[in-house]
């Protein structure tokens, strides 16, 4: 066996033979006789070991070169552009390329631009060596030299039609068709070249997940224009990782459009008995009450607000803080929502409370509630008897905002009403009906606009809708009959 051959099965690189030969003689030949073949073969190995990366997801736009294996996602159309002194117009095809990895943006220039619109085909896989660099929508790559590997498996999606699942770093020409979860409203900001940017968020949900996508400029008003509950189309979105998750990003490039499409979305939520301080989690149930809104002052002189609302499954119940623009969100008792990424907290005389941030997606799933101002929706003392009462707790939200106030527990808030001497309805026989907003003893009944507590030995469930009729006393009704 020859160095060369000895180095070269050292070596383990995706070259042959033939080829890693010929570049230990052009070494040779450069080094003008200063070094001999296995000098060479020594010098070109560490050149072709730098340059192999793992995977898509190894690449960093440092790097002086990188060579990996790739399988062709999709195709653009070619570009012609003008150089500098030149007469001839320079051409350009971006091909999408990905392994298990990730996925990367390939530049082929001039005739291998050529080359990529007569030959390549979706789903072909490549062998490519090329120059990453950061581009508009993440790390791609110059392509300097491609071949065929038709030997080489890659198990990846090759529709442009993606699902939440199939989404990966660095994909872009991203289609994919969504449930609209959440909205936020319009946010402006200032760029280096004086110029004003905007961005705003979606939350979209599928069969097999959800993304947040982030909508730029001439984007962003779309996410005061779409409603949730409502099924969109991303069209040629890209992906980023912001805090460690991916997000679907729309540019000047892309767009958002409503489709007639049934898409179902399935959130998988965590018993809220199960929850433990410190988890970010998925959460679902039935709104039991919802407190109004409160501003308070920041430390640097803005106003921040939050909302708490208490929400109830088949396990448990939990106070959930409702912080910013969150707060606005139209939910009150009666309510089924599934409340995504929200962080639990230590609250209230030690129990739990989940916060609600930026980062947070509040769904309503079924709407039980009628629509009324906050003042009506946080209603008189004996309204809300039997009801948690609590009117804020310290809390952060995405900023860390703190906001003070006075709190009261449920306890404190029923015993608020006990002596009934300033309820007009005391001791007077009462028919009442509404929906279910807190099941056990005792009930509490929602008509929209009054909430009643209810003694009743009667099973019944949440979202249920009631007749009570019976006596009120201290601003209870005391059933005698429940259908």
Do not use: C
Request: aromatic content about 4%.
């Amino acid at each position: 066996m020859s160095d060369i051959e000895g180095v070269y099965e050292d070596l383990e690189a995706d070259v042959s033979l033939e080829e890693f030969r010929e570049a230990v003689e052009e070494k040779v030949e450069q080094m003008g006789g200063l070094a001999d073949e296995e000098t060479a073969a020594m010098l070109i190995a560490h050149e072709v070991g730098e340059s192999e990366v793992g995977g898509i997801a190894d690449i960093e736009p440092g790097m002086e070169e990188a060579k990996f294996v790739a399988k062709v996602t999709s195709i653009g159309e070619v570009r012609t552009f003008e150089r500098d002194g030149e007469d001839e117009d320079g051409r350009v095809v971006n091909v999408e390329v990905a392994d298990e990895t990730g996925a990367v943006r390939a530049a082929f220039w001039d005739d291998h631009a050529e080359a990529a619109i007569e030959e390549l085909e979706e789903g072909q896989v490549l062998r490519i060596k090329g120059r990453p660099k950061e581009g508009f929508s993440g790390v791609e790559i110059s392509v300097d030299q491609v071949e065929p590997d038709p030997d080489t498996e890659i198990e990846v999606q090759v529709s442009d039609t993606h699902t939440v699942e199939a989404l990966s770093l660095g994909l872009s020409n991203v289609n994919l068709v969504g449930l609209v979860l959440d909205t936020g409203s319009v946010r402006t900001f200032d760029r280096d070249d004086g110029s004003e940017g905007k961005v705003s968020n979606l939350t979209l949900g599928d069969s097999t997940g959800r993304v947040r996508v982030t909508l730029w400029d001439e984007q962003a008003d779309l996410a005061t224009e779409i409603e949730s509950n409502t099924t969109v189309e991303v069209i040629d979105g890209y992906v980023k990782e912001r805090d460690g998750s991916l997000e679907l990003h729309v540019g000047n490039r892309g767009a958002v459009e409503e489709v007639d499409e049934d898409v179902e979305y399935v959130p998988e939520s965590t018993p809220i008995e199960a929850v433990e301080i410190g988890q970010t989690v998925d959460i679902a149930g039935v709104v039991r009450s919802a407190d109004p809104k409160r501003t308070f002052d920041r430390d640097d002189g803005s106003e921040g607000q939050v909302r708490n609302i208490r929400v109830q499954d088949a396990t448990d119940d939990i106070r959930v803080a409702l912080w910013g623009e969150k707060a606005d969100v139209d939910v009150g008792p009666g309510d089924e929502v599934a409340l995504g990424d929200v962080e639990i907290q230590d609250g209230w005389q030690d129990d739990l409370e989940a916060s609600a941030g930026w980062q947070s997606t509040i769904t309503v799933l079924e709407s039980e509630s009628a629509t009324t101002d906050e003042s009506e929706a946080s209603g008189s003392s004996d309204e809300n008897a039997g009801l948690s009462a609590f009117a804020g707790s310290d809390g952060s939200d995405s900023d860390s905002e703190t906001a003070s106030g006075g709190t009261e527990t449920d306890d404190e808030a029923a015993a608020t009403d006990s002596d009934g001497t300033d309820d007009p309805t005391n001791g007077e026989e009462l028919e009442f009906t509404g929906v279910v907003v807190q099941a056990g003893n005792p009930v509490v009944l929602d008509d929209g606009e009054t909430t009643m507590s209810v003694e009743t030995d009667a099973d019944v469930g949440l979202g249920e809708e009631l007749t009570a009729r019976g006596v009120v006393r201290d601003g209870r009704l005391e059933a005698n009959d429940v259908f």
